[in-house]
Nanobody
Framework: QVQLVESGGGLVQPGGSLRLSCAAS????????MAWFRQAPGKQRQWVAR???????NYADSVQGRFTISRDNAKKTLWLQMDSLQPEDTAVYYC?????????WGQGTRVTVSS
């Protein structure tokens, strides 16, 4: 069982920045593909960004160029740097870890972008 704990959410004005963190409990963190998802009110959860075990990254079109996913395997931590935030980025953001058929989710951290 892997526990994922997100932090760093909050209220930010449009154009602002936030950095989300996800701390993992597993010593096998480096072997997991990690990702961020988000779920806006009344909408389905959607994929935001992923980073594999060797550091290759992919982004949803809606966040490409504004968000940066990164990881530190020694610290067992995943980050999501979010810049140029817009109201449509408002959502609960979830950390996701995947290894083969095993998938784990964090409890989420809320991000609100509003003036």
């Amino acid at each position: 069982q892997v526990q994922l704990v997100e932090s760093g959410g909050g209220l930010v004005q449009p154009g602002g920045s936030l950095r989300l963190s996800c701390a993992a409990s597993t010593n096998g963190f480096s072997t997991y593909a990690m990702a961020w998802f988000r779920q806006a009110p009344g909408k389905q959860r959607q994929w935001v960004a992923r980073i594999n075990s060797i550091g290759s990254t992919n982004y949803a079109d809606s966040v490409q160029g504004r968000f940066t996913i990164s990881r530190d395997n020694a610290k067992k931590t995943l980050w999501l740097q979010m810049d140029s935030l817009q109201p449509e980025d408002t959502a609960v953001y979830y950390c996701n870890a995947a290894w083969g058929p095993l998938i784990y989710w964090g409890q989420g951290t809320r991000v609100t972008v509003s003036s």
